[in-house]
C-alpha cells in the first residue's frame, strides 16, 4: 500500500458512533476520507468542511447506490485503499418475538449491505493490487451469549464467517481483511435510534425484557469503551504489514472472547472419545 497520509479510506454509517470518530480521527491525521450515510446532512453536519472530505448520501441496500459511492470516491481521489463496513444497527427481541420480516431486515443492513459493499469495492483493489477491508462486527458475533439479542448476533456471526472467507480469498491479490469485534463503547448503539426492539413482546420473556431494560436504562452511556480509541486502534491495524483477521476490541471483548474459547474446549473435551469415534475405520 501507499505511504499512509496517502491512503483513501471509505467508511459507511459515518454520522455517528464508531464511524463518526474514525472519519473525524483519518481527517485529523491528514488521511483522504470518503463517507456514507443516509442522511448527507446528518452527515455534514456531524463532521463540518474539510477538503479531505467527501461526505455521500448512500442507501447500502441498493447496490447501484453504492456502485456510485465508489465510483465518486475514485473520481474525486483517485484509489481506495481502506474500506470499512461500519453501517448496521441493533436488535432485541426473542427469537419467537421477533417476525420474519424484522429479523430479515437485520440481515440486510448487517450482512447483505456490507456485502454490497465488498462486491463494489473489490474490482479497485484487486487492480490496485493492495487494500484492506474491516468489517465492523461485534463481540456479539464471536459469543452469542446474550438472551434477545440472538438475531443481531446471527447477523455478527454471519459477518466473522464471511470474513474469514474474504481473507482468504483475497490474500492473492495483497489485499487484508479483516473482522471488528467492539466489546461495549459509549456511542449511541443503545439509543432509540440505533437499537430496534420488537413489534410483538411476549410478557413470558422476562429475561429477556430484564435484558433489555438493563441495555436501554444501566449499560447506555455508562459503556467503558471511548469510541476514539478504537478508532485509533483501527488506524494501527491498517497500518501494520500483516494485520490480524480477528481484531477485538476493549478488555470486555477480550474477556468474553477467552470465555467463550475455554467452554468450547471444555465442551470438545467433555464428547472427545464419543464425537471423535465417527470414521469409518473406528
Known sequence: MKNSEQNVWYVTGASKGLGLS??????????KVAATSRSLEDLEKAVGVNTNFLP??????????????????????GSLDVVVNNAGYGLVGALEELSDAESRQNFDVNVFGSLNVIRQTLPQMRKQQSG????????????????????????????????????????????????????YFRTNFLEGTSLV????????YKTVREVQTVHENDINNNQPGDPDKAATAIIKVALMPQPPVHLFLGPDAYNLAEVKIKDVQKDMEAVRAIATATNFDN
Request: proline share 4%.
Open 132 to 183: 484492506h477491508i474491516f468489517n465492523v462486527a461485534s463481540i456479539g458475533g464471536f459469543t452469542g451469549n446474550f438472551p434477545g439479542f440472538g438475531i443481531y448476533c446471527a447477523t455478527k456471526f454471519a459477518v466473522h464467517g464471511f470474513t474469514e472467507s474474504l481473507s482468504a480469498e483475497v490474500a492473492p491479490f495483497g489485499i487484508n481483511a479483516t473482522i471488528v469485534s467492539p466489546g
Open 197 to 204: 426492539t420488537p413489534n410483538n413482546e411476549i410478557t413470558d
Open 56 to 77: 455521500i448520501a448512500v442507501d447500502i441496500l441498493n447496490e447501484q447506490s453504492v456502485a456510485d459511492s465508489i465510483q465518486k470516491t475514485i473520481d474525486k481521489f
Open 22 to 31: 474514525l472519519v473525524k480521527k483519518l481527517l485529523n491525521e491528514g488521511y
